[in-house]
């Protein structure tokens, strides 16, 4: 009986350890002494570098944690109490004042061989897909490393995919105490800002610099 009830604890603890259940103490670049890096660009002119701004709006809509539910919307927009991973990823970019829903549109209708799982347009979903994100982010971000232990190369802002173009989330400004950084991410996980380089398969690493970028394929947002 004790064995048994031994084993379950083992169990329970391993599991409430690999899903972030457990309180955990987590670090900043600082303590490690990495560099964050800042863009130099501050598209919506409010005061905050655009890599500060998609990373406190993925944060906000952590903090909002809104129910996982991957329904179709015809406004495209789900509401904000609702969302899933590609949903933190526009939102955070909203915060820094871009329109991904149109700068993923556009790029589509200008690029349709690009995006080959595309077989008619849909600009209420498209731009909800991991896959075209993916597409999308390889053409106009950098892509950078995949290796985890180069922490000094994984920035607050930064846009990661894991697996088959299975999940999407943003880089997080903390940091565990290996130096690695936290991932705010929609899975329905009760941590939306959580150490999940631990068990994603990354895939694929971005940064987007919009210095890089034209300005005729930067869109506002507009409200």
């Excluded at 349709?112 to 909800?128: E, G, H, L, M």
């Amino acid at each position: 009986m004790l064995f048994c009830i031994a084993v379950l604890t083992a169990v329970a603890l391993y599991f409430a350890a690999r899903y972030n259940v457990l309180p955990s103490v987590s670090f900043k670049a600082e303590h490690f002494s990495i560099e964050t890096i800042k863009s130099t660009v501050d598209f919506n002119n409010n005061g905050a570098d655009d890599y500060t701004d998609i990373l406190l709006g993925a944060r906000s809509d952590a903090r909002n944690h809104p129910k996982y539910d991957s329904r179709y919307w015809a406004e495209g927009y789900p509401p904000d109490d609702i969302g899933v991973c590609t949903d933190v990823v526009w939102r955070a970019f909203r915060h820094a004042g871009y329109n991904l829903r149109e700068m993923v549109d556009r790029d589509i209708q200008a690029r349709p061989d690009a995006y080959k799982n595309i077989t008619v347009r849909d600009s209420n979903i498209d731009f909800r897909r991991v896959v075209n994100l993916r597409v999308y982010f390889d053409y106009y971000a950098q892509s950078l490393t995949l290796d985890t232990k180069e922490t000094e190369q994984w920035q607050p802002g930064d846009i990661v995919i894991f697996g088959a173009d299975k999940h999407i989330g943003i880089v997080s400004d903390k940091r565990t105490i290996e130096g690695k950084t936290y991932i705010i991410h929609n899975g329905g996980q009760p941590n939306r800002e959580e150490n999940y380089l631990k068990r994603g398969e990354v895939t694929g690493h971005y940064r987007f610099d919009a210095s890089q970028i034209s300005e005729k394929d930067l869109i506002a947002w507009s409200e």
